[in-house]
């Protein structure tokens, strides 16, 4: 006799019908492919990893027996108690006075993302996004079935009132607002200080949280910083406990993503609750992962950032020269001050995923279309340039075959 064979689709959580496949995962794929010119993937160049740094760490922990026991033995959710003292100077640099029980090591700040969607939305709720977002951040928050609406941030004129009502009116309320603040995943646009102010006010009035992801906030190349949402909040209300802003951090872009350390910071009670979030996932990051990563951030993180920094901005500079050279008059583009992205308008006519199909076939480059980076109100004449793994060569020559591309699309 034969067993039927399962129907996994209606053994599945309703929630399980918003997880979908990443277009930029999947995109990555073409990296293997040695003649595309890739603008995909947002991620650092390995010719950028303190190799040296990390394998000295690897060979110090493990050739003491004493550290070598603690980092192949289990460890506390909160993570590795040195690594959390490096990241509260770390925050108390960029104006965020804490300590370490305000501060949680997560696998990536996307883990970050899933252990927040987790405790603040329930189905129903409503998450105010940028328009576009972080695509993972959509991703994390999909399984927890919120509904999503848009957190107009320079010059919008939505009420508390506004954002209430349409919360309620789908059966729940507003159980976050999140941002990239700084050179934005996918725009590369900057929060001005004043909106930053704004929204801080916004989240008094509609009594929710601020999920600040500041993945890119060390690689600014122009212009002044602006402090992080976290420290103006904490300016705001006295303290980091009175304080309503999660940082996320991490060092998958200013030393190496592989080794998934990230962490969060904010007000020790809601740090209590993603620590049970955490024993929930996995118990605790890899013990000797954190070790290492201290014991390099100790040693290399300035050197490493400014090395970075001018790297990128050279390959930033480069991608917005090859634009203005090669773009036809109706594509304009941002100018970001930092991180590793350009988003790009084209015009109303000319859907990003298609061109992605045309450009792969035709002329070998890839980029991601713009259209999976919203939450709602889908824009698909956007897409994504990445310019942090190509050389300027290459840059110049893949914005010279999608200019012409264009051109021939009129």
Same mark, same amino acid.
């Given at each position: ?23 930029? @995962? ?5 990296? #293997? ?37 603690? &980092? ?11 690594? %959390? ?39 129903? #709720? ?22 999503? #609406? ?61 999920? $600040? ?10 212009? $002044? ?41 904010? &007000? +020790? ?33 300035? +050197? ?24 036809? $008059? ?33 002329? @070998? ?12 109100? @889908?824009?698909?004449?956007?897409? %994504?340039? +990445?310019?942090?793994? +190509? ?9 010279? %075959? ?5 051109? @021939?699309?009129?």
């Amino acid at each position: 006799m034969t067993a039927e064979k399962i129907d996994w689709q209606q053994c599945f959580a309703s929630r399980a019908s918003r997880m979908n496949a990443s277009e930029i @995962r999947e995109l990555l794929k073409l990296l #293997d492919q040695p003649d595309i010119i890739s603008f995909a993937g947002g991620i650092p160049d390995p010719a950028q990893f303190p190799t040296q740094a990390i394998r000295d760490a690897y060979a110090a922990i493990l050739s003491d027996p004493a550290k070598a026991a603690q &980092a192949l033995q289990y460890s506390v959710s909160e993570g590795y108690l040195p690594l %959390r003292g490096w990241i509260r100077r770390h925050m108390e640099a960029l104006g965020v006075p804490c300590t370490e029980a305000n501060i949680m090591i997560t696998a990536g700040s996307q883990q970050a993302l899933d252990f927040i969607g987790k405790l603040f939305l329930s189905a129903g #709720d409503t998450a105010l996004v940028t328009a576009p977002t972080y695509l993972g951040a959509l991703q994390a928050f999909n399984a927890y079935e919120p509904r999503y #609406d848009t957190l107009g941030l320079e010059g919008g004129n939505r009420t508390p009132e506004s954002y209430r009502e349409a919360a309620a009116a789908n059966g729940g309320r507003v159980g976050l607002a999140y941002l990239v603040a700084d050179f934005a995943n996918p725009s590369g646009e900057t929060v001005s200080l004043p909106a930053r102010q704004d929204l801080l006010t916004l989240a008094e009035a509609l009594d929710t949280i601020v999920v $600040e992801d500041a993945a890119y906030q060390a690689l600014r190349y122009d212009g $002044e910083a602006v402090p992080p949402l976290l420290a103006l909040d904490i300016a705001r209300s006295g303290g980091i406990e009175a304080s309503r802003t999660l940082y996320c951090g991490t060092f998958s872009k200013t030393l190496a993503p592989a080794l998934r350390v990230g962490w969060v910071c904010g &007000a +020790s009670a809601a740090i209590a609750k993603l620590v049970l979030a955490k024993q929930a996932a996995d118990l605790h990051c890899a013990t000797i992962n954190q070790m290492v990563m201290h014991q390099a951030a100790e040693a290399v993180y300035e +050197s490493q950032v400014a090395s970075n920094r001018k790297v990128y901005k050279e390959r930033r500079d480069a991608m917005l020269a090859a634009l203005a050279r090669h773009m036809p $008059e109706n594509v304009s583009w941002t100018r970001p001050e930092g991180g590793m992205f350009i988003w790009v308008t084209l015009p109303a006519g000319i859907d990003g995923a298609d061109l992605l199909a045309q450009a792969i076939k035709d002329c @070998r480059i890839a980029f991601v279309p713009g259209g999976a980076f919203y939450g709602e109100g @889908r824009q698909n004449n956007k897409l %994504r340039l +990445s310019f942090s793994l +190509s050389t300027p060569a290459q840059i110049e020559e893949g914005m010279a %075959r999608l200019g012409a591309l264009l051109r @021939r699309l009129g």
